[in-house]
């Protein structure tokens, strides 16, 4: 799909990978772009920047993700793409507050379910559609410091791959975004740890891979391509590349 006229959306638009993917995207020449966020100051830097439309939204609250299509076609008319990009990092283990678990299945699996509900049988009614749903490498290997992230988002690339089995021959394209370490808001003041050991690249460097694919209409972007790799190993040999992981684990400060 090329982007010059189509209207978007993209969630956790106001910074990070969003705001990159939005500013491509006019270049691009799309004919309307919305931002959504709950960062509501920099929501409103960020559109008046690239001229979209500002919605503020929790993508954890359904209604939240009705009102943001509803005023998305109210503005631009049916939704061409819609980017389910709003991520938390509140990294746990087994001993994680529920609380805590409860957020990232919302932000990271719910939100994208939410968007799925109120766009991809309006785009398969009219036979073309794009979703773009950011998970993680974490959701193709592990993420050897949190066990809240990696479930979720091993969930969130399951989800994807459903909707593409689902509408993908209803005409409506799904891609599913899985980079390791990328220089956001999500990794600053933290320590890079193990995502970081194949490089951190920058939302622009990210949002080229996303434009690349979707001209293409590839499901999965992997802006690090090395992950396809691991994915192959873990995929031959589970046991060594459970191994590994467990090492690995260990060498950046986990328990033996």
């Known amino acids: 799909m090329k982007i010059a006229d189509k209207s978007v959306v993209v969630t956790g638009g106001a910074s990070g990978i969003g705001l990159a993917l939005a500013r491509r995207f006019r270049a691009e020449g799309a004919r309307g772009i919305?931002?959504?966020d709950l960062q509501e100051d920099a929501l409103l830097d960020a559109s008046g920047e690239i001229d979209a439309l500002a919605v503020p939204c929790d993508v954890a609250d359904e209604a939240d993700i009705k009102r943001l299509v509803a005023a998305a076609e109210d503005?631009?008319?049916p939704i061409d793409v819609f980017v389910s990009n709003a991520g938390i990092a509140r990294m746990g283990g087994v001993d994680a507050p529920?609380?805590?678990?409860?957020?990232n299945w919302d932000i990271h699996v719910m939100a994208?379910?939410?968007a799925a509900?109120?766009?991809?049988?309006?785009m398969a009614a009219r036979g073309s559609g794009y979703l773009v749903n950011t998970a993680s490498a974490a959701g193709?290997?592990?993420h050897v410091e949190s066990a809240t992230y990696s479930v979720t988002k091993h969930a969130a690339v399951a989800f994807a791959e459903w909707l593409s089995i689902a509408y993908g021959d209803r005409g409506v394209r799904v891609s599913v975004l899985c980079p390791q370490a990328v220089r956001?808001?999500?990794?600053t003041g933290r320590d890079e740890g193990v995502a970081s050991l194949d490089g951190v690249l920058e939302p622009e460097q990210v949002a080229d891979s996303v434009i690349a694919a979707m001209e293409r209409e590839e499901f999965l972007i992997l802006p690090h391509g090395e992950v396809q790799g691991y994915v192959e190993r873990k995929a031959s040999d589970r046991e060594r590349w459970l191994r590994g992981m467990r090492k690995l684990r260990v060498a950046h400060g986990g328990a033996a």
Not at 98 to 103: G, L, N, S, V
Not at 117 to 122: E, L, S, T
């Open 34 to 36: 919305v931002l959504a």
């Open 75 to 77: 503005a631009f008319g």
């Open 184 to 187: 956001t808001a999500m990794l």
């Open 140 to 142: 193709l290997l592990s």
């Open 112 to 114: 994208h379910v939410y």
């Open 117 to 122: 509900r109120a766009v991809a049988p309006r």
């Open 98 to 103: 529920d609380e805590e678990w409860r957020q």
